[in-house]
């Protein structure tokens, strides 16, 4: 037998004999019935000892694929014919009802020149020394009970300290047993599908809106009723009367930016009582307000207890922390953990524990309040350079808080597509309004992530870019 | 009006005057057409500025609630009333088709005398310090881009990691692109089942078996179908031919303990290329082998591409990590990437980043070397006090791995949740075999979080609480 064993290897020699005999065996090379060389034979050829090659006789004999027969010597048995591999095929796919394919992400591209990607904040206003060292200090030995299994809401003392958080920043009144901890905002936005999306139910999403909602509840077989949005925020009276779950971004409408005017909350409040509706309210970037005072959110005028207030930390803080929150009507909350079970146990409890003395120490309304004065001065010049310098190609969509403003094109019949690509391949990436849904042709432009000093120079090329190619028609 | 405001609490006067008024007017207290003092009395009565009380009435004038009516005063406006709520009710309810509510976990009971618990490693093994110190070397201020949105799959080190930890220990070959990171098996398990499973299609699983994998499947609407376990494993003849996935253990099938035979692995393998079935492999504790060489994995085995492979560092490490893997077909990795992003985004990048090292500089293998000894010793204490203290009412299960055994009551009448239940009063905490579903009663026995010392006396125990009781029929 032409046995290749390759002895240079690491790992016991019985152990490459094995695998070599088990390849000849699995290749075909050795078939059912084929007789081995006695050990004594194979040992001599291979210069090892007797017992290294009948180590690995055993194994294959214990695993069944080579039987001893008396007076006759090993052979290989039926067994081994059927675990010949064939062609390792392409044989799964996904099932039918599955559309989602993955987004390219902000971490796989380099950053632009002119960076006016919608949803980054900066992260190096974060303070990284603090946070490194609260983590550090929570992953002491034997702290949180490491080898047991944690309470899916999360750390208690960090759904404390997001219920003082939201009582005095949104005046959002919660009970710490309202509150669970997720990775994000779009991890509370799957479990609040989990629990209340049943296939074929209607859920109504802003159009333009938030893309991965959208996707999430498409993915647990809803139907989706794209609403249309206005400079008031989400058109109420277009929702539909069968809708089951509305989402909406109520303090800074994604991507548009208005905020959803009271009258509309009132009567969105409304709409939900009468028709059994649940309503998710998205916050997700209202700590960062440079206008007005902020209007109640709908979780606070919420009589009827059909609101669901999602919260993140990735645009107040940064992304990676992975950390959001969801407040949920009591009536859901064993749901809501039985569903964070299922998807994925529960989350870091060092993370979280480092998180909560990050906020109860003062240091996220700390950083907030540094962060703010950085992004109301990239705000303002954003705002300004829209208005002065793209003046004739841009109108601005008034808002009040977040990382993005938008503007839309003043001839409806501009590409925006097709503006944002050339102006991406001259280093200023801004975001096409359109790719959000709706109909109104506009670019969205983030500036949690533009160096303050990049973003008039930006915009005049983005300007320089418009004048050039004249806007595109259709 | 008497008009309560607490003007000793942090925050500024005016907001502590709005709130009040909010308070008042959404309380009934101020009603529909009320007229508001000037704000010269109010903040003569509050001893605050004028400008303090303006301030407030103008925030709320903004948000709709007032209005000023020219030369009469302030007015509490129409839309006030409407925003009064009503007791916070319990509208909101989960889904008809949601039945899972969350399971107590170990985290949240204190640990026992004698613990006997299934699924625990020990965390006093985990070399935290090095531990500590791979995570804070990741966080330092800038690394891994955290402004930006990272890859769903994972970091491309921890995946190369694990390739080559995977090719080692276990036999599976895999390209770093196979394989998606994720926050422990059910994770895993989720991503799997959002991709494959249609509602009604039918999922085989394990009887008794892993509930949280049945649990989950069913969430999705999937059809159970829980097939027998004997002593060589799931009895694969007895998958639904209309099965459309199969969920199976066969390094250490949960709970029972015996592996799959090789004869039912290429049975298993065989019946899903003829049906074009989906199969997840659930690898969760074989790192810890005691006695036999291990058997090849489907994985391993599989030709033609149907196995998807799931293992967790939960085991092998502690839970606390949150970290686990799939490895799948090339044709479902950008589903599962989709779907990762629209389940929680994606995972910590340092968590993952100092895996990655933990794994590549033998960390892993060091712990599990030294892990291997400790468990060694307290799974021979177990089973050497089941077959000879508790050898009359017990009958031990045959396993190679992991870190539990089961053994079946003699006596098939006794009902094993009663024992169970007695012995916990008594300190000796163990899991009733039929909790994970079959018919068999019987008891699992973890031995990772056990003190070495208490193996043998909370069997003796246990034997004293059989004898006394002695078994209850049904």
């Keep these: 037998m032409d046995l290749a064993v390759d002895l240079s290897a690491r790992g016991d020699r019985s152990t490459a004999i094995y695998r070599a005999l088990l390849d ?3 290749s075909g090379r050795l078939g059912s019935g084929d007789r081995l060389p006695p050990t004594r034979d194979l040992a001599g050829d291979l210069g090892v000892s007797r017992n290294t090659v009948a180590t690995a006789y055993e194994r294959l004999a214990a695993e069944g694929y080579l039987e001893a027969r008396v007076g006759a010597g090993t052979y290989v048995t039926d067994v081994a014919a059927s675990v010949r591999p064939r062609r390792r095929a392409a044989a799964l796919s996904p099932r039918r009802g599955w559309h989602f394919t993955p987004v390219p992400v902000s971490g796989q591209a380099p950053k632009p020149a002119y960076d006016f990607r919608v949803g980054i904040p900066d992260a190096s206003l974060f303070p990284f020394d603090t946070w490194r060292r609260l983590v550090a ?8 009970s490491p080898g047991t299994y944690a309470d899916p809401a999360g750390h208690p003392p960090l759904r404390e300290a997001i219920v003082r958080y939201l009582a005095l920043s949104r005046g959002v009144g919660a009970d710490p047993d309202d509150v669970l901890v997720t990775h994000g905002t779009q991890q509370a936005l799957d479990l609040i599908a989990r629990v209340l999306v049943e296939p074929g139910d209607v859920v109504a999403v802003e159009d333009p809106g938030y893309p991965f ?6 993915s647990y077989g809803a139907h989706i009723a794209p609403v249309p949005v206005d400079v008031d925020g989400l058109v109420v009276e277009r929702i539909p009367d069968r809708a089951r779950l509305v989402f909406t971004t109520p303090s800074h409408q994604f991507p ?8 509309r909350r009132l009567a969105l409040l409304e709409f939900a009582d009468r028709h059994r509706v649940a309503v998710i309210e998205d916050d997700y970037d209202s700590e960062f307000r440079f206008t007005d005072r902020p209007l109640e959110t709908l979780h606070a005028l919420d009589g009827a207890g059909r609101v669901i207030y999602v919260g993140t930390f990735s645009k107040s803080l940064v992304p990676a922390l992975r950390a959001g929150y969801l407040v949920a009507p009591p009536t859901l909350h064993a749901a809501l953990c039985g569903a964070r079970q299922l998807a994925d146990g529960y989350g870091s409890i060092p993370d979280q524990a480092a998180l909560a003395h990050f906020l109860a120490d003062g240091m996220l309304a700390r950083h907030l309040r540094r962060a703010r004065t950085v992004y109301g001065e990239r705000r303002a010049l954003t705002i300004d350079g829209i208005e002065r310098v793209l003046a004739e190609h841009l109108e601005l969509v008034p808002s009040a808080a977040g990382l993005h403003v938008s503007a839309l094109f003043r001839d409806p019949s501009v590409v925006d597509g097709e503006v944002a690509g050339l102006a991406a391949a001259e280093g200023v990436v801004t975001e096409p309004l359109t790719s959000y849904g709706g109909e109104r042709p506009g670019l969205v432009f983030g500036y949690g992530a ?3 000093a990049s973003i008039t120079p930006g915009l005049e090329r983005l300007r320089a870019i418009l004048d050039l190619g004249g806007p595109r028609s259709r």
């Design 256 to 263: 548009l930016g208005p905020p959803l005017s009271l009258e």
């Design 24 to 26: 000849a065996i699995r």
């Design 137 to 144: 200090a929570e992953l002491r030995a034997g702290a949180h």
């Design 450 to 452: 533009a160096e303050t």
């Design 213 to 218: 909602a959208r996707e999430l509840f498409a």
